[in-house]
């Protein structure tokens, strides 16, 4: 099974950047495609970025684009989403997640009913003010 556990979250000005992390563990790690969703009060969870087990491929939803960049680390067993120029709507509760069917538009990384059994981690707060 598939263990999954964030950090990087906190309070940034608009504008600002941050960093989140995303430890990955369990025997078949490396196969899984990893997901970062996030949840703001009152709103669904929806898909931010998904990276692909090789991490050869990326995608991004639209409001995210060329603000947030996913990236993973195998050797550290890490994937990681740099988000720059953050908005005060990207405040939410972000979580990163193990699919195993690409990430692809047509592959649905994107919705949260994707996700493999069990592998959903307890989430980061971003908060975005000033």
């Known amino acids: 099974q598939l263990q999954l556990v964030e950090f990087g979250g906190g309070l940034v000005q608009p504008g600002g950047s941050l960093r989140l992390s995303c430890g990955v563990s369990?025997?078949?790690?490396?196969?899984?495609?990893i997901v970062w969703f996030r949840q703001a009060p009152g709103k669904e969870r929806e898909g931010v970025s998904c990276i692909s087990s090789s991490g050869g491929s990326t995608s991004y939803t639209d409001s995210v684009k060329g603000r947030f960049t996913i990236s993973r680390d195998h050797a550290k067993n890490t994937v990681y989403l740099q988000m720059n120029s953050l908005k005060a709507e990207d405040t939410a509760v972000y979580y990163c997640a193990g699919e195993m069917d690409g990430c692809s538009d047509g592959s649905g990384w994107h919705r949260p009913d994707r996700v493999a059994r069990g592998s959903w981690g307890r989430g980061t707060q971003v908060t975005v003010s000033s």
């Open positions: 369990g025997r078949t790690s490396y196969y899984y495609d």
